[in-house]
């Protein structure tokens, strides 16, 4: 079995810790049942009305409610017994994907009420995610994070490859209300998973809910040396660098191709995370995160710009393949740090600013990709996209901080301070 020397993904943490196990094993087949919601959603509200436009609207009905409440959600979760909390938010997120399947089942054919629940959902996973993420620095010794975010993106990406397959054949054959059905099913995993846990109130004693509580989570953010860069490097890579939204016009007026190869353009990115998942045991051995951060966001977006520089679909999927894998390193150094460096009574609103930034930024940079596409053409916005994103990057090395963190040392001064 693969371990701390290994290439392949070290499952150290899945052996040493029951609880870690479990929770993994929980989120893995949410992650799966969520994703199967979101193609059911799709393929739903665009036979009701035919419009992609309809269908883009999805996007907006969930994230208004994740940046309206996601950092208040945070500010909850270091309030209150974490545990608690999430067994609530995951029961309601199971009675939403219950609702889901009933509608489906009685045919009721109302698009608002897709977007009501999505919105409903979208709430509960502001306050519901960023309490689940402080459960791992809790069941796991601070050396096994990096392994415990490598496995945590392995299934994540096994989930973008299978979960559109599953839902495709599920609709297919037994109808809408299956996806929808199965989703909530996989929620009695995640339930299961969590109440095993003993109870998890924050450290300290808590904080109490509101403005106060949220500023002071952006402010540690804002002040600390490595996780504010953390949250400007992901920005940097997303918001300057996101090309899925022009996939569909590079598929038809640059690779001459159809909505196959939007397909192969969409999978290219997923392909090259999971490999990079499955071979991720050498990043738990890597001290210098931070410089590790800088190195794969460059490559992202010397990946992504880099696309628009060839004609050949073949080695446009294999640079979007490499996109992909940097990406993997990018994510798991940024969880890492981000538990690593962060007190306990802050990872519920720390964890909050990294899910908003998480679902914003890729939003925001499609947005950007679009808009700069409209005016000078979707070769243009990806080439200019990739190089700002590898400008930006230069520009942020210079952080010698950042750039000298040694993780390994860190932990030994840590551990000389406290002995």
């Not at 409903?120 to 306050?127: D, E, G, K, M, Q």
């Amino acid at each position: 079995m693969p371990g701390p020397g290994s290439l392949f993904a070290d499952v150290t943490p899945l052996r040493e810790s029951v609880e870690f196990r479990w929770l993994w094993a929980g989120q893995s087949l949410s992650s799966i049942g969520s994703m199967m919601t979101m193609v059911a959603v799709a393929i739903q509200t665009y036979d009701l009305t035919g419009s992609s436009v309809a269908v883009g609207a999805i996007s907006l009905a969930s994230l208004l409610p994740t940046l309206v409440l996601g950092l208040f959600g945070g500010s909850i979760a270091d309030a209150v017994d974490r545990r608690r909390l999430v067994l609530l938010t995951g029961s309601g997120l199971m009675a939403v994907s219950l609702v889901f399947a009933l509608q489906a089942l009685l045919d009721w054919r109302q698009v608002w009420l897709l977007y009501l629940l999505t919105a409903i959902a979208s709430a509960l996973s502001a306050i519901d995610t960023p309490a689940r993420r402080t459960f791992i620095p809790r069941v796991l010794p601070l050396e096994r994070l990096p392994a415990a975010a490598a496995l945590s993106q392995l299934s994540f990406q096994v989930a973008i490859i299978a979960a559109p397959v599953l839902a495709g054949v599920l609709i297919a054959t037994a109808g809408l209300e299956a996806a929808y059905g199965l989703d909530a099913l996989t929620f009695v995993a995640v339930l299961v998973s969590v109440r095993r846990l003993p109870p998890m109130p924050p450290e300290g004693g808590g904080s109490g809910v509101g403005l106060r509580s949220v500023v002071e989570g952006l402010k540690y953010a804002a002040n600390h040396k490595l996780i504010g860069m953390i949250f400007l490097i992901d920005l940097n890579a997303t918001v300057l660098a996101m090309p899925t939204a022009l996939f569909p016009a590079l598929a038809a007026t640059h690779f001459g191709g159809g909505p196959r190869t939007v397909g192969y353009l969409f999978a290219a990115i997923g392909v090259g995370g999971l490999i990079a998942a499955v071979l991720s045991g050498p990043l738990g051995r890597l001290r210098h995160q931070g410089r590790a951060m800088l190195i794969s966001v460059a490559i992202w977006g010397a990946g992504i710009g880099a696309v628009g520089l060839t004609r050949s679909i073949w080695l446009a999927v294999v640079f979007l393949a490499i996109a992909g894998a940097a990406d993997i390193v990018t994510t798991v150094f940024r969880a890492t740090i981000l538990q690593t460096k962060t007190p306990d009574e802050l990872r519920g609103r720390l964890n909050s600013l990294d899910f908003i930034i998480g679902l914003g930024g890729p939003n925001l940079g499609n947005v950007r990709a679009g808009a700069v596409a409209g005016l000078f053409g979707p070769v243009t916005s990806i080439i200019a996209g990739g190089a700002a994103c590898v400008l930006g990057i230069m520009l942020l090395t210079a952080n010698r901080p950042f750039r000298r963190y040694d993780a390994k040392a860190d932990d030994t001064k840590a551990d000389a301070g406290a002995g």
